[in-house]
């Protein structure tokens, strides 16, 4: 079942084949099944960190737009208060201008919802490790376009067809060009760049200025 209403630019973007294809396929669960057992004893000492710290649920799944508008759960280690919803509903009422911010680019600086260990994790993209079993699954790849919500599709503007052409990805070009201090329309630009000149070595590239830009432990958001 598809997520969204089914537009000409959404129907194009959605008939196409994936980017990538087979090929990146075959990368994608090479390199995840690989990551995923060398980072099995961090995500789990970082799983007890945060049962031990809030006593809620280590995994948060999110509702994210996927490859051909197809809707699936992406997974993250929480990093939020258990009552984030209620939280971030008074936030956004007691601050227009957070609200504005957030009607923009659907982030906040200085999240009230997050907590320290939250932003520990945040801040090194530890948070991020459980997506290695969406990339497993095929409901992302390893480099791609950022995942977003329904509601932020609509921000991709003529640009939404590139966006379902890829699976999202871990990580992608946005990421390792600045992340929160790139604005909205900038990072719509990189995600349609990327998936237009799709290669692997692209993907390589990414891949390894990913490591070095979690190196740097640079995340704000």
């Known amino acids: 079942m598809l997520l969204i209403d089914l537009s000409p630019a959404i129907r194009a973007g959605s008939i196409n084949p994936p980017v990538g294809g087979l090929l990146k396929r075959i990368l994608d669960l090479i390199i995840a099944v690989t990551a ?12 007890l960190l945060i049962r031990i710290t809030t006593g809620g649920p280590a995994v948060f799944p999110h509702r994210r737009v996927g490859l051909g508008g197809r809707p699936f759960n992406c997974y993250k280690f ?16 007691a601050n227009p201008d957070i609200r504005m ?26 948070d991020e490790l459980p997506q290695l ?14 995942p977003v919500v329904k509601e932020e599709l609509q921000l991709y ?9 890829a699976r ?37 590239v990414i891949l390894f200025r990913t490591v070095f830009a979690v190196m740097r432990f640079d995340r704000t958001s």
């Not at 699954?137 to 950022?146: A, E, L, N, Q, Y």
């Open 36 to 47: 995923l057992v060398m980072a099995a004893p961090v995500m789990i000492a970082v799983a």
């Open 78 to 93: 929480r990093s939020m208060v258990a009552n984030s919803e209620a939280v971030l509903k008074a936030c956004l009422e």
């Open 101 to 126: 911010e957030w009607e923009k680019t659907h982030k906040i600086r200085n999240d009230p919802r997050v907590t320290f260990l939250g932003r520990m994790l945040r801040r090194s993209s530890l």
């Open 133 to 146: 079993y969406n990339i497993v699954r095929g409901d992302m790849s390893c480099v791609g376009p950022r």
């Open 157 to 165: 503007g003529d640009h939404i067809a590139d966006y379902l052409r």
């Open 168 to 204: 999202p990805g871990l990580t992608g070009l946005w990421q390792v060009s600045g992340r929160s201090s790139v604005d909205y329309a900038t990072r719509v630009a990189l995600d349609s760049h990327y998936v237009r000149n799709w290669s692997v070595w692209s993907d390589i």
